[in-house]
T-cell receptor, first 114, second 111 residues
């Protein structure tokens, strides 16, 4: 499968714990995006990278959230001191550098904070 | 076929009907628009996109219409099938940056 992959698919954690998610974009896609989606809502933008540079961060990305893309390939999203309000689906997407703006989404990581 | 003028959270149609899903976007500076289909527990799946220099674009059984005057986007699905049942989202962006998603519409197709 050459699509966007995300791991883990599901994560259950206790409030106050740290969690880290991984996203592997489609090979050679230079832009990588993170979104968060809560039940019944559309995805909300968190941040995006062009290669290893983080170009934009949403106000939704509080100090407890950090994202990296150290080598311009895979990316990680870490949430520190998780809160129940962090429970959501975390989606990753990537874009072909050839001029198309279409964002290809992965299957998401479902986070449940108890 | 079913047609709605304003955004509705749900749309129910019979198999074989044509469906029209509407969306209002917010940013006059947006130059790229896209429709996604999302099934339960899955990530959004690309359906069709359109740039602001176009008014209409057709794909296989789907057509997107863009009205920049009133900032309105619509998705037309011809001969709707049960497999089309899902939540549909429109989204806008400026030059390939963050996508801003609209409110979803749940399409239910009965056979």
């Amino acid at each position: 499968d050459t699509g966007v992959s995300q791991n883990p698919r599901h994560k259950i954690t206790k409030r106050g714990q740290n969690v880290t998610f991984r996203c592997d974009p489609i090979s050679e896609h230079n832009r990588l995006y993170w979104y968060r989606q809560t039940l019944g809502q559309g995805p909300e933008f968190l941040t995006y990278f062009q290669n290893e540079a983080q170009l934009e961060k949403s106000r939704l990305l509080s100090d407890r959230f950090s994202a990296e893309r150290p080598k311009g390939s895979f990316s990680t999203l870490e949430i520190q001191r998780t809160e129940q309000g962090d429970s959501a689906m975390y989606l990753c997407a990537s874009t072909d550098p050839g001029g198309s703006y279409e964002q290809y989404f992965g299957p998401g990581t479902r986070l449940t904070v108890t | 076929g079913e047609s709605v003028g304003l955004h509705l959270p749900t749309l129910s149609v019979q198999e074989g009907d044509n469906s029209i899903i509407n969306c209002a976007y917010s940013n006059s500076a947006s130059d790229y628009f896209i429709w996604y289909k999302q099934e339960s527990g899955k990530g959004p799946q690309f359906i069709i996109d359109i740039r602001s220099n176009m008014d209409k674009r057709q794909g296989q059984r789907v057509t997107v219409l863009l009205n920049k005057t009133v900032k309105h986007l619509s998705l037309q699905i011809a001969a709707t099938q049960p497999g089309d049942s899902a939540v549909y989202f429109c989204a806008e962006s400026k030059a390939g940056t963050a996508l801003i998603f609209g409110k979803g519409t749940t399409l239910s197709v009965s056979s």
